[in-house]
């Protein structure tokens, strides 16, 4: 397996979650550090860290969802070891897997790693183990792209395409493929943020997450939006639907009440990880609500700190 910061497939191999038999370190490959801006947008390597994109203010403004999404990853001393590639290929989560192995030993594992048995589905055939990247659902929401390499040539997909909805099988990467980069069109006249939900403000995964973004026309009419939901299945969601609706509309009240309901309906939480299921379904709506409002250039700031722990960029 790649091994690029480590910060969570080495204590993964601790607890014999993942237990690879080699391992291929990135950290002295130069160009996967590389980072470049132009006027059509910017390439992101993939072995930049955490802080140094979350310290780097050409991502302000336009990309302001991606600073806030690696800003608040885990503690400053692990964001200056985990890297973007790292966090976008993240394994899934789930309270019965994110165990020691005497733990999982003792309920006979699970489907995910060593059983045959879903503990929050029995009856399922896939195992819905959570999605718990935080920068993945900002850079969807951004448009990103992602380079994919192999020895065999290289593909650029929609990081969007990069994910799948199986918490065993969660990337379409294949296992010769290195993600090597990022890339981002030119941001100019978007605006972006990102809402997270987690229990300790110190550092803690997300339970629930939203990005948006939207481009604004003339007299504020909404001329392109995006709007994704982490930590709600076992990929990013993107609610589609929910961000067509906001084209060529202004960010009213009562369009961002519509659009808040209809985006939380894709987001169907399990039992499986961190808060009440039913209740991080019902934040979804608060979150796509105070997100739209911050785009549309409400102060928020009061509720940010409240209820995301994180602070204003
Ligand atoms: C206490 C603690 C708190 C944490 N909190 C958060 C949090 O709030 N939010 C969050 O998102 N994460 C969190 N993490 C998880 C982790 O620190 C981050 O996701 C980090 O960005 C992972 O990056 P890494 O470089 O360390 O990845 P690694 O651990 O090196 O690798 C992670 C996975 O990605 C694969 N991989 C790495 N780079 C590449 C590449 N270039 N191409 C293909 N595959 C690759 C690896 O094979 C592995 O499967 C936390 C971890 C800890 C220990
Ligand atoms: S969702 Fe089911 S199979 Fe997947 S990690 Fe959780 S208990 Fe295991």
């Given amino acids: 397996m790649p091994l690029a910061g480590g910060t969570d497939l080495l204590p993964n191999m601790k607890r014999r979650q993942q237990v690879p038999r080699t391992l291929l370190s990135l950290r002295n490959i130069d160009s996967l550090r590389a980072i470049q801006f132009g006027d059509s947008g910017a390439r992101l390597g993939a072995c930049l860290t955490l802080s140094d994109i979350a310290s780097d203010p050409r991502f302000r403004n336009g990309a302001t969802a991606l600073i806030q999404a690696a800003a608040s990853v885990a503690t400053p001393h692990i964001r200056n070891m985990a890297t973007l590639g790292g966090n976008l290929c993240l394994d899934t989560r789930c309270n019965y897997y994110d165990q020691n192995y005497e733990w999982r030993k003792a ?31 900002a850079l969807m929401a951004l448009g990103a792209r992602v380079r994919l390499v192999s020895e065999s040539g290289e593909r650029v997909i929609a990081l969007a395409d990069l994910y799948n909805n199986d918490g065993m099988i969660y990337l379409h990467r294949k296992p010769d493929e ?28 997300p339970v629930l997450s939203v990005a948006a973004a939207i481009r604004l026309g003339r007299s504020q009419i909404v001329e392109d939006a995006r709007i994704v939901i982490g930590s709600a299945a076992s990929r990013p969601l993107v609610a589609g639907e929910a961000a067509a609706f906001l084209i060529g509309r202004a960010l009213t009240d009562e369009a961002i009440l519509e659009v808040a309901a209809f985006a ?50």
Avoid: Q
């Avoid at 309920?107 to 055939?125: H, L, Q, Y």
């Avoid at 290195?178 to 995964?205: C, M, N, P, Q």
């Fill in 178 to 205: 290195i993600l090597s980069e990022v890339v981002l069109d030119s941001l100019h006249a978007w605006r972006s943020t990102y809402w997270k939900l987690r229990r300790r403000g110190s550092f803690d995964f």
């Fill in 264 to 313: 939380a309906r894709i987001a169907k939480p399990l039992d499986n990880t961190d808060f009440d299921m039913s209740w991080r379904k019902k934040v979804t709506t608060e979150f796509v609500t105070y997100a739209l409002r911050e785009l549309r250039g409400d102060d928020v700031a009061i509720e940010r700190a409240a209820i995301t722990r994180m602070p204003a960029i």
């Fill in 107 to 137: 309920i006979n594992f699970c489907m995910k790693k060593d059983g045959v048995t879903c503990w929050v589905a029995p009856s399922s055939p896939k195992c819905m183990a959570v999605s718990s990247t935080d920068t993945a659902p």
